[in-house]
């Protein structure tokens, strides 16, 4: 694993800012959806996936509460390539929510499915998540993720 952390100069930062808000305001409703909290049990959260096209060989995932109560989250996160055959597998914290979460994630190769579930209670869990194309083999990246079929509604 390679690991890398920076800190951009005020002038990138805007820079990242705008790219960031641009993408989280602009995703449709194949690519950005809410995830409401679990029942207190732990077991009975709903998961939201999204299928991702063979041409995409990374995506990029942004979860903000900027839009469902600017609180903090937490997200089950897992990556499928095939039935339930589990790839990857993440547990995203995030305490503050003035700024969003932005993660690239590599999905080479065909049938992979992102699928996520919100393990904060139903009351105090309402996240926005996109999940876009950050790489692909098309020219027209942004273009992926319109066709009908994409993600579940």
């Known amino acids: ?20 808000k641009k993408l989280f305001f602009g995703a449709g ?3 950005k ?12 959260g709903a998961w939201v996936y999204w299928t991702i096209p063979v041409d995409v060989e990374a995506i990029q995932l ?20 095939g039935p339930n055959n589990i790839k990857q597998d993440f547990f995203l914290q995030c305490g503050g929510s003035t700024q969003p979460y932005h993660g690239v994630f590599q999905t080479p190769g065909s ?12 009351e105090d869990g309402l996240i926005q998540v996109c999940v876009l194309p950050y790489k ?18």
């Open 1 to 20: 694993m390679k690991v890398s952390a920076t800190v951009p100069s005020p002038q990138r930062h805007k820079e990242l800012e705008e790219i960031t």
């Open 29 to 31: 409703p194949n690519e």
């Open 33 to 44: 959806k809410k995830i409401q909290g679990e029942l207190t049990d732990g077991k009975k």
């Open 62 to 81: 942004i979860g903000w509460s900027k839009e469902t109560g600017n609180k903090s989250f937490k997200l089950q996160i897992e990556m499928l390539q």
């Open 111 to 122: 049938g992979w499915v992102i699928r996520m579930q919100n393990k904060k209670f139903l």
């Open 136 to 153: 692909t083999s098309n020219a027209n990246d942004r273009e992926l993720f319109q066709w009908n079929g994409i993600g579940a509604a």
